[in-house]
């Protein structure tokens, strides 16, 4: 199995910027497609972005779309989300996730077997 870990969350103004990084050890990071979802107090965990093994393709949820953009670097073992223009609707615990299974990007939670512990982005109007 893969073990993941997010780090890069914090407290920025409506309208910066935040990166936050996936640390993964174990199995070889390039055997899984990649995910960050994200929740928000009282409603359930939601797709963000993904991006395929070998990371020439990406896909992102419409709410993020041109503003968030996902990648990896495999020799690293690491996953990144860049998020420009931030929101305070943004404002979220943001998981990582690996699937093993899938050669293209899913978006559903059941999708993906390995997960982080999470990490806090917040987002002050």
């Known amino acids: 199995q893969v073990q993941l870990v997010e780090s890069g969350g914090g407290l920025v103004q409506a309208g910066g910027s935040l990166r936050l990084s996936c640390a993964a050890s174990g199995r070889t990071f390039s055997n899984y497609a990649m995910a960050w979802f994200r929740q928000a107090p009282g409603k359930e965990r939601a797709f963000v972005a993904g991006i395929t093994k070998s990371g020439v393709s990406t896909y992102y949820a419409d709410s993020v779309k041109g503003r968030f953009t996902i990648s990896r670097d495999n020799a690293k073992n690491t996953l990144y989300l860049q998020m420009n223009s931030l929101k305070p609707e943004d404002t979220a615990v943001y998981y990582c996730?690996?699937?093993?299974?899938?050669?293209?990007?899913?978006?559903?939670?059941?999708?993906?077997?390995?997960w982080g512990q999470g990490t806090q982005v917040t987002v002050s109007s």
């Open positions: 996730a690996a699937d093993p299974l899938n050669a293209r990007i899913r978006s559903g939670t059941d999708d993906y077997d390995y």
